[in-house]
């Protein structure tokens, strides 16, 4: 059986990168679930202190523990970096071993978003559940598990669930670990490192795959021995330096009346917070932006190999090291535009940054030069790096602080799920009309994100 078409596709972290006020919120709710357990429990509460606004907890001090701590969340972006960054190299490898065409990619990309999306709806309740330590735990087992069951080639339809695996591990560690970085002091520094490792596992990831599949013949999935090994030391890692923070499920007690009115206050109290949040213009505003931006993100990185090959007749084995350019650029663009992009003011500079790979996407289509290609690519992705930090912290600045935790996790459902659709959609469209339809896809979807941004309020204009 041959086939005519092929495609290559990427899964990108989500990279919900909660803020200092976020954690607050968390702190909170975390408070409030220990007193409600104690009081289950017959045990007698102490007087309540006064409400503590979000602003007024305070940062907690970088200590060894914490450091440790830090350095296990730092890994669990780079554990999910290498996974994703991987993909697009591996794909037209993937395609040709199961003989589909770019269409079927579509299936993964679909079992992915549901991953998020189950995470979303469950991950506040395995929290209280497990804790920090216990939620960190299951996502890093579930990602060592997906990786298990990889690297042997299973069939396509197995191989597809492995990315539901994924994305419930990397969607319960994404969540936790920005909480903790969120409530260290001088947060901002250490949630641009921890999302700084993701991008450079982005980078790795690419170059080992396409060096593994390019020099084993026929033995792409050898590669996965990589990511097994990595997911290994992040099970490890999460194990030891959250082993504090692991919490074992209470035994309810059948009939207890206080059980069912805990439930049924929690309930009540995410029903009416859901309600608040579905009211707020700027999460629907911020959501279409990263909706755009995510499915513009993941198509490029995803694509761009495939395009190279069969467009611009480029060698598999050499072009497959060009799916890190963009990566690099995204991990350069993280550590380096951060601090010059709040100076210069966030709103402004950060659609100028979209305006320009804009501009640069078009010289990337209208150029049929493969070393042009690539580095137009690395400039995108350097560019479209600060996007996460920088849509957050904007959110955070026209977001009441009390939802800010219910309208980031709406907004990053919503990224996700244009994560899912675009990259295949292209697949799809791709199969009938040929990968060159992914140039004309990609400068619709970034000139849709200067828009989108565009219509997101200024904070600096609305507080003057």
């Given at each position: 059986?041959?086939?005519?078409?092929?495609?290559?596709?990427?899964?990108?972290?989500?990279?919900?990168?909660?803020?200092?006020?976020?954690?607050?919120?968390?702190?909170?709710?975390?408070?409030?679930?220990?007193?409600?357990?104690?009081?289950?429990?017959?045990?007698?509460?102490?007087?309540?202190?006064?409400?503590?606004?979000?602003?007024?907890?305070?940062?907690?001090?970088?200590?060894?523990?914490?450091?440790?701590?830090?350095?296990?969340?730092?890994?669990?972006?780079?554990?999910?970096?290498?996974?994703?960054?991987?993909?697009?190299?591996?794909?037209?490898?993937?395609?040709?071993?199961?003989?589909?065409?770019?269409?079927w990619m579509a299936i993964p990309y679909g079992v992915g978003f549901v991953g998020w999306l189950a995470i979303a709806v469950f991950g506040g309740?395995?929290?209280?559940?497990?804790?920090?330590?216990?939620?960190?735990?299951?996502?890093?087992?579930?990602?060592?598990?997906?990786?298990?069951?990889?690297?042997?080639?299973?069939?396509?339809?197995?191989?597809?669930?492995?990315?539901?695996?994924?994305?419930?591990?990397?969607?319960?560690?994404?969540?936790?670990?920005?909480?903790?970085?969120?409530?260290?002091?001088?947060?901002?520094?250490?949630?641009?490192?921890?999302?700084?490792?993701?991008?450079?596992g982005g980078l790795v990831g690419p170059l080992m795959a396409a060096a593994i599949a390019s020099n084993l013949d026929g033995q792409w999935a050898?590669?996965?021995?990589?990511?097994?090994?990595?997911?290994?030391?992040?099970?490890?890692?999460?194990?030891?330096?959250?082993?504090?923070?692991?919490?074992?499920?209470?035994?309810?007690?059948?009939?207890?009346?206080?059980?069912?009115?805990?439930?049924?206050?929690?309930?009540?109290?995410?029903?009416?917070?859901?309600?608040?949040?579905?009211?707020?213009?700027?999460?629907?505003?911020?959501?279409?932006?990263?909706?755009?931006?995510?499915?513009?993100?993941?198509?490029?990185?995803?694509?761009?190999?495939?395009?190279?090959?069969?467009?611009?007749?480029?060698?598999?084995?050499?072009?497959?090291?060009?799916?890190?350019?963009?990566?690099?650029?995204?991990?350069?663009?993280?550590?380096?535009?951060?601090?010059?992009?709040?100076?210069?003011?966030?709103?402004?500079?950060?659609?100028?940054?979209?305006?320009?790979?804009?501009?640069?996407?078009?010289?990337?289509?209208?150029?049929?030069?493969?070393?042009?290609?690539?580095?137009?690519?690395?400039?995108?992705?350097?560019?479209?790096?600060?996007?996460?930090?920088?849509?957050?912290?904007?959110?955070?600045?026209?977001?009441?602080?009390?939802?800010?935790?219910?309208?980031?996790?709406?907004?990053?459902?919503?990224?996700?799920?244009?994560?899912?659709?675009?990259?295949?959609?292209?697949?799809?469209?791709?199969?009938?009309?040929?990968?060159?339809?992914?140039?004309?896809?990609?400068?619709?979807?970034?000139?849709?994100?200067?828009?989108?941004?565009?219509?997101?309020?200024?904070?600096?204009?609305k507080i003057a």
């Amino acid at each position: 059986m041959s086939r005519t078409t092929r495609g290559s596709s990427i899964e990108l972290h989500w990279p919900s990168q909660l803020t200092c006020y976020t954690e607050c919120i968390e702190m909170e709710l975390e408070a409030v679930e220990r007193n409600n357990q104690r009081n289950e429990a017959g045990y007698e509460t102490p007087p309540a202190p006064a409400a503590a606004t979000a602003t007024s907890l305070p940062q907690a001090e970088l200590t060894r523990a914490r450091m440790f701590k830090l350095s296990s969340a730092a890994f669990c972006f780079f554990n999910a970096g290498v996974n994703d960054g991987a993909l697009g190299a591996l794909i037209p490898y993937i395609l040709d071993e199961y003989l589909i065409s770019t269409a079927w990619m579509a299936i993964p990309y679909g079992v992915g978003f549901v991953g998020w999306l189950a995470i979303a709806v469950f991950g506040g309740y395995i929290r209280m559940k497990t804790g920090t330590g216990g939620v960190l735990l299951i996502g890093a087992f579930l990602q060592f598990a997906a990786q298990l069951l990889r690297f042997w080639v299973p069939p396509f339809g197995l191989f597809s669930v492995t990315f539901f695996l994924v994305a419930l591990g990397q969607a319960l560690q994404d969540s936790q670990a920005n909480t903790f970085v969120a409530g260290l002091k001088n947060a901002h520094r250490y949630l641009g490192l921890i999302h700084g490792c993701y991008a450079i596992g982005g980078l790795v990831g690419p170059l080992m795959a396409a060096a593994i599949a390019s020099n084993l013949d026929g033995q792409w999935a050898a590669f996965y021995f990589v990511p097994l090994g990595i997911g290994a030391v992040n099970l490890a890692l999460c194990l030891y330096a959250f082993r504090d923070e692991v919490r074992m499920p209470p035994r309810l007690v059948a009939g207890s009346e206080g059980q069912q009115a805990g439930e049924q206050r929690h309930s009540t109290t995410a029903l009416v917070e859901l309600r608040a949040t579905l009211k707020l213009r700027p999460v629907w505003l911020l959501s279409v932006f990263f909706f755009l931006y995510l499915g513009a993100a993941i198509t490029i990185g995803g694509w761009v190999v495939e395009f190279l090959v069969e467009v611009r007749d480029g060698n598999l084995s050499n072009i497959a090291y060009i799916a890190s350019a963009f990566y690099g650029g995204l991990a350069a663009g993280r550590f380096l535009l951060a601090e010059p992009t709040f100076r210069l003011g966030e709103w402004r500079t950060f659609l100028a940054y979209v305006l320009v790979a804009l501009a640069l996407e078009i010289v990337f289509w209208q150029v049929a030069n493969v070393a042009v290609d690539a580095v137009m690519v690395s400039f995108i992705g350097f560019l479209l790096g600060p996007a996460f930090a920088t849509g957050v912290s904007v959110g955070s600045q026209l977001i009441p602080s009390e939802l800010q935790a219910s309208g980031l996790a709406m907004i990053f459902v919503v990224a996700q799920a244009g994560g899912a659709i675009f990259p295949a959609i292209t697949g799809v469209i791709a199969s009938r009309a040929g990968v060159g339809t992914l140039q004309p896809i990609v400068v619709g979807l970034l000139a849709a994100t200067v828009v989108s941004w565009a219509l997101v309020p200024n904070p600096r204009r609305k507080i003057a």
